[in-house]
Nanobody
Framework: QVLLVESGGGLVQAGGSLRLSCVASGPTFSVYAVGWFRQAPGKEREFVAAISQSGGRTYYSDSVKGRFTISRDNAKNTAYLQMNSLKPEDTAVYYC????????????????WGQGTQVTVSS
């Protein structure tokens, strides 16, 4: 069992940046691949980025590739999502998720979820 808590969301103007954090508590964080997902009002939850247990492999959705960077610090039990060049369409609640298996873009394969953090990008 692992508890995930996101932070770092907020209101930012288009073109700005935010860094989200996902802090894990519980057993060894390094056994979990981490994914970031987002859900905008009236839309389904969508994949944003994922990172392997060691951090050596990452995967991004086409909509954020080149603008967002996922990373992790296993010594701090924390994963990050650096978001640059933000657009109004990035507005959503952002969730981090963990699974004790290979990284994946499929939300249904993740066992553990945080409560989410709101990101709002104004035009």
């Amino acid at each position: 069992q692992v508890l995930l808590v996101e932070s770092g969301g907020g209101l930012v103007q288009a073109g700005g940046s935010l860094r989200l954090s996902c802090v894990a508590s519980g057993p060894t964080f390094s056994v979990y691949a981490v994914g970031w997902f987002r859900q905008a009002p009236g839309k389904e939850r969508e994949f944003v980025a994922a990172i392997s247990q060691s951090g050596g492999r990452t995967y991004y959705s086409d909509s954020v590739k080149g603008r967002f960077t996922i990373s992790r610090d296993n010594a701090k039990n924390t994963a990050y999502l650096q978001m640059n060049s933000l657009k109004p369409e990035d507005t959503a609640v952002y969730y981090c998720a963990g699974r004790a298996n290979r990284l994946s873009a499929e939300a249904a394969l993740y066992n553990y979820w945080g409560q989410g953090t709101q990101v709002t990008v104004s035009s």
